[in-house]
């Protein structure tokens, strides 16, 4: 029987270790209980399967890209309105204009920034974060754990059997976070060159259909529509590659 996603709510096989879709870990079966032995030591993470290659950019993914490149054009937005406001208000104060021409021009500036305060907090409940943004945090959150340990162990403020339990413990976390982490980094660079791939895909047909043009074999009405249409897919997919790269560049 198929499992549903906890992530992006895709149907997935029973047996999956991994979303196909988004990423996201899946939990061990119900119908396929798996048992694990006992084991003394550090552990080593369990070793994932071989996928399929990645043929196109999950739904939630780009959804996501989309919300965020929202974003960041709210937050620039905002940021040059207030610098306009800024700028007014440092009239005021310096006497260089009439107080009733300059909150003509101050009253709409801060109406504009409040409406946009508030498209800003609906967009950012939208927000999520990746996969690999997850277990990013959750390794690092690992690490501390056992930096935290090893300091409480060398000051001796820990007993040495709970130091000893409590470091299995925290070597095993941080090899799952870690192992997981590497798995969810490497599908997000393969979206991502996916979407490098699809964006000089309609680049060269954007320069093919200039040429087209030139020689006459595409006529002029022809060649506003579908120069328009490859523009904005064009304009799109630069965002969202931009986006992508900023988000990984810390990963």
């Known amino acids: 029987m198929p499992r549903v996603c906890p992530n992006c709510g895709q149907s997935v096989k029973d047996t999956a270790k991994f979303c196909k879709y988004c990423g996201t870990k899946m939990g061990a079966s119900v119908s396929t209980p798996v048992s694990r032995p006992v084991t003394t030591g550090r552990v080593a993470p369990e070793r994932v399967p071989e996928r399929a290659p990645v043929t196109e950019v999950p739904a939630e993914v780009l959804a996501q890209l989309e919300a965020r490149s929202q ?3 709210l937050e620039e937005e905002d940021t040059e309105l207030l610098k306009q406001l800024e700028t007014l ?6 006497g260089d204009r009439s107080i009733a021409e300059l909150e003509k021009e ?5 109406k504009q920034i409040k409406a946009l305060k508030t498209r ?25 754990r056992l930096d935290k340990l090893e300091e409480l162990k060398e000051s001796g403020k820990v007993r040495e059997s709970v130091y000893i339990r409590l470091k299995e413990e925290y070597e095993k976390n941080l090899d799952e ?10 599908l997000a660079r393969e979206w991502l060159s996916l979407l490098k791939a699809q964006y000089k895909a309609v680049r060269n047909e954007l320069s093919l259909l200039d040429a087209r043009h030139s020689v006459g074999e595409v006529k002029d009405v022809d060649y506003k529509s579908r120069k328009d249409k490859m523009e904005k897919r064009s304009k799109i997919l630069g965002q969202q590659v931009e986006i992508f790269e900023e988000v990984l560049r810390g990963f």
């Open 106 to 110: 101050i009253k709409p500036l801060q």
């Open 71 to 73: 974003l960041m054009s």
């Open 120 to 144: 800003e907090k609906k967009l950012k409940s939208k927000v999520k974060e990746y996969a690999f943004e997850k277990a990013g945090k959750e390794r690092s959150a690992s690490k501390e």
């Open 89 to 94: 208000e440092k009239e005021l104060e310096e």
């Open 177 to 186: 976070a870690d192992a997981l982490y590497q798995e969810q980094v490497i």
